[in-house]
């Protein structure tokens, strides 16, 4: 796991309860309430995982910024990093369709 991510899902999960042994998920006498109640697990995954590569993007896109240092003339230089590019493996963020 990035340490970005590692360090989002530590501050998350800092707030979230702990779990006990005894904690079981819901039983449910119905099929529908069951397969609902799935279906909202599944899309709370989706979007913690979209959150999480949001904080990502959002960290990717702040500039980096080298030590400051003191010119000929007397100005304070603070040097722009470049940008890293991701590697060749990389995944590209996708662009998810709007559900209304």
Do not use: C
Request: overall charge negative; cysteine-free.
């Amino acid at each position: 796991m990035p340490a970005a991510f590692h360090l989002v899902a530590t501050l998350l999960l800092a707030q979230a309860p702990t779990v006990d042994a005894a904690d079981q998920p819901p039983s449910f006498l119905d099929p529908q309430s069951q397969e609902d109640w799935n279906h909202a697990q599944e899309l709370a995954r989706h979007g913690i995982d979209e959150l999480l590569r949001s904080f990502e993007l959002f960290k990717d896109s702040l500039p980096v910024y080298g030590a400051p240092y003191i010119d000929q003339n007397g100005n304070i230089v603070i040097p722009r990093q470049p940008r890293t590019t991701p590697s060749t493996g990389a995944p590209v963020p996708e662009r998810q369709p709007d559900h209304t």
